[in-house]
């Protein structure tokens, strides 16, 4: 039995909801087919955009959405991507596949998109192989009312009203696929692309400069003393690797014990790579002025069998539940920090929260993940300790639980558990010291087996289902955790 104890009478740091925030790029079918699918598809749409994702969606309350890369967004020029969509020219996706991008889904289209789920968007610019004239017209045709030419472009163009644009990130992996540039180039071109980056008709933007990869603290160091406050968030780049090595490999359904506990040792090194990117920025800025932006995570693992080369695609399994449930922990626990996470990706890339084959749509466990932590979105952090017992195979070692607590607005708590233990039930005890609980409920999220997913044939396999906790005092709870899975208990 473990004994987890929540200190709900001293609150700790907003949850920023866009923690909860996610990321979609032109990158295989991420756009083309799992957002756009044309207005004359047989596939129902409203305006070109499906909607049984939109649907899906929705009910996430999903914060916040990035576009269009990722390594896209550093050979993206959005005039190509506006105007009649036949007259749109054609390019050559380079990074991803070598595919004919089209440009369909350009800026209307996308933020058409983010007004119909009813989420903030967050546009990365082109450092890369862009201009600041480029970058300065792109947010004056998005955000102006005013009257000058890419407003007047914007309107004859089909668009009255400006759009808001609350996030704008300059480049992407301006120290990779957006540049090969050392920190000390980027920070310079940062501050002379971001002067161009205006605010227009009351429109207020909050800049994220490219941040690091990884454990690049050299490029977190110099950014913070060359850029400072010209940024309101600086970048994080961290995907689960098995093995925490480079290239991805391993299959997202087919694994072994070892497989199963690296993957989970890597998605929990999270911790230690944003401790090491925060000791610096407490360096230069101690009152946590600049946010830290997890703008890319999650599992990357070896394409799918048969998949297209360079399309990313990759199943979804109980195991990736697990990784995006302790994610939400440690960005929680660095939440004075940590302002925004996106999931790479949205739809049919990588840790997908949604897959679709033709009309048919799932939703993976990693949606559900999201859905069941939707609790946390803007409430008070918790402190919570424990002494879980560990899980080895091979060289990799795990606690067997990871647990966040939070307290909302209205009074009430919810507390998420992973018992990353493959094959043990955990029974836990939770105590909320300083709480007065009058009810509590609890759904868990798990399957046959770590490797158990959803399939189009069976789209609800993996799927929340109601668990039994006992409420055994005025703060204190009881329940039995399903080995390999995720629990959402909300009380008050
Ligand atoms: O998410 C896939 C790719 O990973 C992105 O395009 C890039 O930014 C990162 O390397």
Redesign the pocket.
């Given at each position: 039995m473990t004994q987890i104890r929540i200190d709900a009478a001293k609150p700790g740091p907003t949850i920023n909801p866009n923690i909860y925030g996610h990321?979609s790029?032109h990158?295989g079918r991420c756009i083309y087919e799992g957002i756009w699918v044309g207005e004359d598809s047989p596939i129902p749409n409203v305006r070109g955009i499906r909607t049984d994702v939109v649907e899906a969606l929705r009910a996430l309350k999903l914060p916040v959405l990035r576009w269009p890369?990722?390594?896209?967004?550093d050979e993206y020029h959005w005039k190509d991507g506006i105007g009649p969509r036949d007259q749109r020219p054609s390019m050559m996706n380079t990074?991803?596949g070598r595919v004919v991008e089209n440009n369909h889904f350009g800026t209307h289209e996308f933020l058409d998109f983010c007004e119909m789920i009813d989420t903030d968007a967050y546009v990365c610019g082109n450092v890369g192989s862009g201009s600041p004239q480029e970058m300065m017209e792109w947010v004056d045709y998005m955000t102006s009312d005013g009257a000058s030419p890419m407003p007047e472009l914007r309107r004859k163009n089909g668009r009255e009203k400006p759009w808001k644009l609350p996030y704008f990130g300059v480049g992407?992996?301006s120290w990779?696929?957006?540049g090969n540039m050392r920190p000390e180039f980027y920070a310079d071109l940062y501050r002379q692309f971001n002067t161009f980056v205006k605010e227009y008709s009351g429109n207020r933007i909050y800049r994220i400069a490219c941040g690091a990869?990884t454990n690049d603290v050299k490029w977190t160091d110099v950014m913070m003393e060359r850029v400072g406050r010209r940024m309101h968030g600086l970048s994080l780049?961290y995907?689960t690797l098995l093995n925490q090595k480079w290239p991805p490999s391993g299959s997202a359904t087919e694994f072994g014990n070892e497989e199963y506990v690296s993957l989970l040792a890597s998605a929990l090194h999270m911790d230690e790579i944003l401790k090491m990117h925060i000791e610096v920025m407490d360096k230069h800025d101690p009152e946590k002025h600049v946010g830290l932006i997890v703008d890319?995570w999650g599992t990357?693992q070896a394409k799918e069998p048969g998949s297209h080369e360079g399309f990313?695609y990759q199943q979804n399994a109980v195991r990736d539940a697990l990784v995006a449930a302790v994610h939400f922990h440690i960005f929680h626990n660095h939440a004075d920090r940590v302002k925004m996470a996106n999931i790479?990706?949205l739809i049919n890339?990588?840790q997908a929260v949604i897959l679709t084959d033709g009309a048919r749509m799932l939703r993976t466990p990693t949606y559900w993940v999201f859905e069941m932590y939707k609790g946390h979105h803007g409430a008070t952090a918790l402190s919570a300790s424990l002494n879980a017992p560990t899980v080895e195979a091979g060289p990799w070692k795990v606690p067997a639980l990871s647990v966040s607590a939070s307290k909302a607005a209205d009074g009430t708590y919810t507390v998420t558990v992973a018992n990353l233990d493959p094959a043990a039930a955990q029974a836990v005890e939770i105590y909320l010291d300083g709480a007065e609980l009058k009810t509590a409920t609890a759904r868990v999220l798990s399957g046959a087996s770590p490797q158990d997913h959803n399939t189009f044939d069976a789209p609800d396999r993996v799927s929340p289902k109601p668990l039994a906790v006992t409420l055994a005092g005025a703060k204190h709870l009881s329940l039995s955790v399903p080995a390999h899975s995720v629990v959402a208990i909300h009380c008050g």
């Open positions: 990321f790029e990158l890369g990722g390594c896209f967004a990074h991803w992407n992996e990779g696929c957006g990869n780049h995907y890319e990357w990313l790479a990706q890339v990588l």
